[in-house]
């Protein structure tokens, strides 16, 4: 069974542009979460589709946003870049029953550097 | 709001020595809670996790947790590390969403 694929693994952009970076879960898996890793700030919550719908949201600006597509692939989505912005960014899935993340699989990541 | 704090950041050990890892929790609400593994340049990986039942859960390499309520706690435990073991270790609660903490290095030395 494969497992979760976040494409691509690495990036390398400029600040102020935009970035799209993309997470194929798990088959039959309905929720995909996403997280901001960085060594200042661990790991932090940005947001969780289910079946294309938002269903939890961190605290982070409006430049981060995402979507689920029927499919339960998902995209994030950050305009705007920042140097900040330079982190591992992690995909996880889950079946995504009233348990929430009760069993998340989560992706090799994508590291975005921002210059 | 829920939180967790691990309060090592860094853990030496040699091997086959034991080790302990650190976790406690704050919520208003049940939680359940896990252990992540992440190796370098790795995704995480879950080692194992509490979501009722019995309070001390085990993992296939060896590795236990026991939740203790009333501590607010879920220590990570292993009589006899190896070096293999050598990774960031992450604590999580999840009432719906998966909160970490900051992440513990165990560093196993030969």
């Known amino acids: 069974k494969a497992g979760v694929t976040q494409t691509p693994r690495y990036l390398i952009k400029t600040r102020g542009q935009q970035v799209t970076l993309s997470c194929s879960p798990i088959s039959g898996h309905r929720s995909v979460s996403w997280y901001q890793q960085t060594p200042g700030q661990g790991l932090q919550f940005l947001f969780e589709?289910?079946?294309?719908?938002?269903?939890n949201k961190g605290n982070f600006p409006g430049r981060f946003s995402g979507r689920q597509f029927s499919n339960s692939r998902s995209e994030m989505n950050v305009s705007t870049l920042e140097l900040g912005d330079s982190a591992l960014y992690l995909c996880?899935?889950?079946?995504?029953?009233?348990?929430?993340?009760?069993?998340?699989?989560f992706g090799q990541g994508t590291r975005l550097t921002v210059v | 709001a829920q939180s967790v704090t691990q309060l090592d950041s860094q853990v030496p050990v040699f091997e086959e020595a034991p080790v302990e890892l650190r976790c406690n929790y704050s919520s208003s609400v049940s939680v359940y809670l896990f252990w992540y593994v992440q190796y370098p340049n790795q995704g995480l990986q879950l080692l194992l996790k509490y979501l009722s039942g019995s309070t001390l859960v085990e993992s296939i390499n060896g590795f236990e947790a026991e939740f203790n309520k009333s501590q607010t706690s879920f220590h990570l435990r292993k009589p006899s590390v190896h070096i293999s073991d050598t990774a960031e270790y992450f604590c999580?609660?999840?009432?719906?969403?998966?909160?970490f903490g900051t992440g513990t290095r165990l560093q196993v030395f030969p």
């Open positions: 589709y289910f079946s294309e719908t938002q269903r």
């Open positions: 996880a899935s889950s079946k995504g029953g009233w348990e929430g993340n009760t069993e998340a699989f």
């Open positions: 999580a609660v999840s009432p719906d969403k998966l909160i």
